[in-house]
Nanobody, 127 residues
Framework: VQLQASGGGLVQAGASLGLSCAASGRTVSNYAMSWFRQAPGKEREFVAAISWSGGSTYDTDSVKGRFTISRDNAKNTLDLQMNNLKPEDTAVYYC?????????????????????WGQGTQVTVSS
């Protein structure tokens, strides 16, 4: 499956931004999907994940209550709605996919568990 992330940009603190990830090659319902991000000088970190059906979601503490992950299997898309953005959210955001059923426990949050990656989209939040 090929992934293409889009929707990044420059916004002020407190603003909202929506990211989208378009999948092609195979139907996205075969995959659990996630968002990771990498800030300058830092390692890539987990942001949020969603099961193949959308029935289960996971997110990191720093984005709880502000970011919402969702998917539309009919459209082969993954979305991340980001509200109340903070300067510390500044990063390149990547969408990723893992084969359905391959994730459990802490693997949901592990970069190495995801086989397919998009190219990343830059989000910059100014204070």
């Amino acid at each position: 499956v090929q992934l293409q992330a889009s929707g990044g940009g420059l916004v002020q603190a407190g603003a909202s931004l929506g990211l989208s990830c378009a999948a092609s090659g195979r139907t996205v319902s075969n995959y659990a999907m996630s968002w990771f991000r990498q800030a300058p000088g830092k390692e890539r970190e987990f942001v949020a994940a969603i099961s193949w059906s959308g029935g289960s979601t996971y997110d990191t503490d720093s984005v709880k209550g502000r970011f919402t992950i969702s998917r539309d299997n009919a459209k082969n898309t993954l979305d991340l709605q980001m509200n109340n953005l903070k300067p510390e959210d500044t990063a390149v955001y990547y969408c990723a996919a893992a084969v359905r059923g391959s994730l459990s426990g802490s693997r949901w949050f592990s970069e190495s568990a995801y086989r397919y990656w998009g190219q990343g989209t830059q989000v910059t939040v100014s204070s």
